[in-house]
């Protein structure tokens, strides 16, 4: 989950894809292993809204991760 927004960064030039695509794997991976160890549904539960909340986040501070570091707002 979230490996398909890595062509995004190469093709629009955005680090805020490359970060969203990262984010997403390593919550993805991270839930995977209790899930699939331990056959939890809660794990896998929380591990999908975990999910669910990285695009939200990315979508409110996005914007200013695509600055250049001398106008972003401090």
Do not use: C, K, Y
């Amino acid at each position: 989950m979230g490996a398909h927004f890595l062509p995004f960064a190469r093709a629009f030039h955005l680090p805020v894809f490359l970060w969203l695509s990262l984010s997403l794997v390593v919550v993805s991976v991270v839930g995977a292993v209790p899930a699939l160890a331990l056959d939890s549904e809660t794990a896998a539960g929380w591990t999908a809204v975990a999910a669910g909340f990285i695009p939200l986040r990315f979508s409110a501070v996005g914007p200013h991760l695509n600055q250049p570091a001398q106008t972003r707002p401090v």
